[in-house]
């Protein structure tokens, strides 16, 4: 399994901002296409956007495009996601993942074979 690390979690207030980190070791995260989920308890786990492999086109959901922004330090082998404008229900465990299976650009969790272990965040009002 390829080592995927999640940092950056913690509690904010809402309308504030935050930054996730997902630390890979082992490859070169610049191969894969990674994309960002998140799920809160009871729901399914819902797709929060991704980037592809090499070129690094950037793909986002409707909930949070214009407020989150997905980058990856290609130097560092480290995706981030910095969150801004945050709202309550942002709340949840957020995971990164490397994506094996599938087309390119899928939001389908099971085309995600490497997960990191998460990293929660809750916004308070």
């Known amino acids: 399994q390829v080592p995927l690390v999640e940092s950056g979690g913690g509690s904010v207030e809402a309308g504030g901002s935050l930054r996730l980190s997902c630390a890979a070791s082992?490859?070169?995260?610049?191969?894969?296409?990674m994309s960002w989920f998140r799920q809160a308890p009871g729901k399914e786990r819902e797709w929060v956007g991704g980037?592809?492999?090499?070129?690094?086109?950037?793909y986002y959901a409707d909930s949070v495009k214009d407020r989150f922004n997905i980058s990856r330090d290609n130097g560092k082998n480290v995706l981030y996601l910095q969150m801004n404008s945050l709202k309550s229900e942002d709340s949840a465990m957020y995971y990164c993942?490397?994506?094996?299976?599938?087309?390119?650009?899928?939001?389908?969790?099971?085309?995600?074979?490497?997960w990191g272990q998460g990293t929660q965040v809750t916004v308070v009002s």
């Open positions: 993942a490397a994506k094996a299976l599938c087309g390119a650009g899928s939001t389908d969790p099971t085309c995600y074979l490497y």
């Open positions: 082992g490859y070169t995260i610049r191969f894969f296409h």
């Open positions: 980037i592809s492999s090499d070129v690094g086109n950037l």
